[in-house]
T-cell receptor, first 115, second 113 residues
């Protein structure tokens, strides 16, 4: 069974600091990878996704992520965070080999950006 | 996003009662999913459905029942609510032939007392 690990549970940064959130997954086959953001009291919104091709993907709001197949990683980055980035961030994976189409999520990283 | 609607938004119920959470989508997406979100666990899959009348269990399906008689509706029933089922429940949907377009509802916050 596939699993997703997010090692940073709670991150506190000052505005303008750089951000990197780790995500590792366990499945060795073909995967689609996603990062979602959840602002307080809201539903999940897609930040970015990787299906194939260039392993460096750019998403909304200045976020990007790099897929490193050899490390089973899909880390999220942002060069300069803003107070409005305060939210919870979830990494998710979907195996393309099993036919199951449900996303498997990591436990989430709560980001707190201080003004 | 108005395309996927969950109701109610908030629900308080007593232990042992049956509760049904509703999910309705307007896109005719084939796939629908129910997740629960708990602190420290992220989102965990309860049930999913590939089409009308086709459902399958996820990782945390004990104590839950689903049905999907129509493509657009995917209700989740807690047969006899327990305090451990206090959680935020999210419904999601996606089209059949692409992994683009997973869309989530706004969630139902359920408290079992």
């Amino acid at each position: 069974a596939q699993s997703v690990s997010q090692h940073n549970h709670h991150v506190i940064l000052s505005e303008a600091a750089s951000l990197e959130l780790g995500c590792n997954y366990s499945y060795g086959g073909t995967v689609n990878l996603f990062w979602y953001v959840q602002y307080p009291g809201q539903h999940l919104q897609l930040l970015l996704k990787y299906f194939s091709g260039d392993p460096l993907v750019k998403g909304i709001k200045g976020f990007e992520a790099e897929f490193i197949k050899s490390k089973f990683s899909f880390n999220l980055r942002k060069p300069s965070v803003q107070w409005s980035d305060t939210a919870e961030y979830f990494c998710a994976v979907n195996s393309m080999d099993t036919g199951r189409r449900a996303l498997t999520f990591g436990s989430g990283t709560r980001l707190q950006v201080q003004p | 996003d108005a395309g996927i609607t969950q109701s109610p938004r908030y629900k308080i119920t007593e232990t042992g009662r049956q509760v049904t959470l509703m999910c309705h989508q307007t896109w005719s997406h084939s796939y629908m999913f129910w997740y629960r979100q708990d602190l420290g666990h992220g989102l965990r899959l309860i049930y999913y459905s590939a089409a009308a009348d086709i459902t399958d269990k996820g990782e945390v399906s004990d104590g839950y029942v689903v049905s999907r008689s129509k493509t657009e509706n995917f209700p989740l029933t807690l047969e006899s609510a327990t305090r451990s089922q206090t959680s935020v429940y999210f419904c999601a949907s996606k089209p059949q032939y692409t992994n683009n377009g997973y869309t989530f509802g706004s969630g139902t916050r359920l408290t079992v007392v």
